[in-house]
């Protein structure tokens, strides 16, 4: 009995060295890179809450510059912010506070570049919108229609497109194009939250140009019918 034993034990082994023999490198290799993958993520997650720490500290130093209406302070800390950490959450929160104080003191290049920045460099989709609309507001004061409508469109689908298609009805109405204001003006009142206190500011729009939005949605789905 113990020889059989032995026999199987031997079996066994020879086979396990066989697939090592197959196998071994590339199971090792597998490990190794796993654990590559393990220990550069953590270190990855470590340099990315360090970046964000050291990105709120600046963005603090920024708030305090806005609250005092330092807007050419706010700029610099801004600045120093994109070069040092881009991909923080916190430096496109800056980019828009930034923007804010450079327009309320009349800085409008700097205002149109720090919204510009953001829009292409967020990575958060609402940090992105929120820039396009602020810029094409920017772009709208200019009479600069068409670059306005570009930085609409680029908002897209998602939460703030009926705030964009009512930013559309005020570059329209700006163009003279009232029929077309009128269009987005009601897209953006019925696509709109009904809670959403905004959305009484567009049907004051409406109503000044002769539209009652209630009444134009019940109309269009008794037509639908």
């Given at each position: 009995m113990a020889?059989?034993?032995?026999?199987?034990?031997?079996?066994?082994?020879?086979?396990?060295?066989?697939?090592?023999?197959?196998y071994g490198n590339l199971v090792t290799w597998v490990l190794?890179?796993?654990?590559?993958?393990?220990?550069?993520?953590?270190?990855?997650e470590a340099w990315q809450r360090d970046q964000g720490e050291k990105a709120a500290s600046?963005?603090?130093?920024?708030?305090?510059?806005?609250?005092?209406?330092?807007?050419?302070?706010?700029?610099?800390?801004?600045?120093?912010?994109?070069?040092?950490y881009p991909r923080a959450a916190f430096t496109h929160q800056a980019g828009l506070a930034a923007?804010?104080?450079?327009?309320?003191?009349?800085?409008?290049?700097?205002?149109?570049?720090?919204?510009?920045?953001?829009?292409?460099?967020?990575?958060?989709?609402?940090y992105r919108a929120i820039?396009?609309?602020?810029l094409a507001g920017l772009l709208l004061d200019d009479k600069k229609y068409d670059d306005a409508l570009k930085q609409i469109d680029a908002v897209g689908a998602g939460p703030f497109a009926?705030?964009?298609?009512?930013?559309?009805?005020?570059?329209?109405?700006g163009q003279g194009k009232a029929d077309d204001a009128k269009a987005a003006y009601l897209r953006a009142w019925t696509d709109m939250d009904a809670k959403v206190d905004y959305?009484?500011?567009?049907?004051?729009?409406?109503?000044?140009?002769?539209?009652?939005?209630?009444?134009?949605?019940?109309?269009?789905a008794g037509s639908a019918k």
């Open positions: 020889t059989q034993l032995d026999l199987e034990e031997q079996e066994q082994l020879d086979q396990l060295k066989a697939f090592w023999r197959q190794i890179i796993a654990l590559a993958a393990f220990v550069g993520w953590n270190r990855w600046l963005y603090d130093e920024l708030d305090r510059a806005v609250q005092a209406g330092n807007a050419d302070q706010a700029t610099r800390i801004f600045g120093d912010m994109k070069e040092r923007a804010k104080i450079e327009a309320d003191k009349g800085q409008l290049d700097a205002a149109r570049a720090s919204l510009a920045w953001v829009a292409d460099k967020a990575g958060d989709d609402e820039a396009h609309l602020r009926p705030l964009a298609e009512d930013r559309r009805g005020d570059v329209l109405l959305r009484r500011l567009v049907e004051a729009k409406l109503n000044v140009m002769g539209v009652q939005p209630a009444a134009s949605a019940a109309s269009g």
